[in-house]
């Protein structure tokens, strides 16, 4: 059931939030992936990866908005982190 949560949260996700002008659409956006990170509190690092990224294959070409393990195993420990800025680690290849 967590990992059905997790994904339906990611396929819902605006992966492009930290761009907008639009204070309104960057703190839903933030608020979002803060329900993401989450969700996958004690979720196999691994899965969380492929879902994400998953997800940002359907909508973008390229890695820029692609997580990396590291990433994945930080969410997965530590959940919603209430210090965290809520800056993803990008995967930029």
Do not use: C
Not at 28 to 50: N, Q, R
Not at 57 to 69: R, Y
């Amino acid at each position: 059931m967590p990992i059905k949560q997790l994904r339906e949260a990611i396929s819902k996700h605006d992966f492009s939030y930290e761009y907008s002008d639009d204070h309104r659409w960057w703190k839903a956006g933030t608020e979002s992936l803060g329900i993401i990170k989450e969700l996958s509190k004690g979720i196999d690092p691994k899965v969380i990866k492929s879902i994400w990224n998953s997800e940002v294959s359907k909508k973008f070409k390229g890695d820029e908005f692609k997580i990396n393990l590291e990433t994945a195993k930080e969410w997965s420990q530590n959940g919603r982190n209430k210090n965290d800025k809520n800056k993803m680690q990008i995967l930029r290849t």
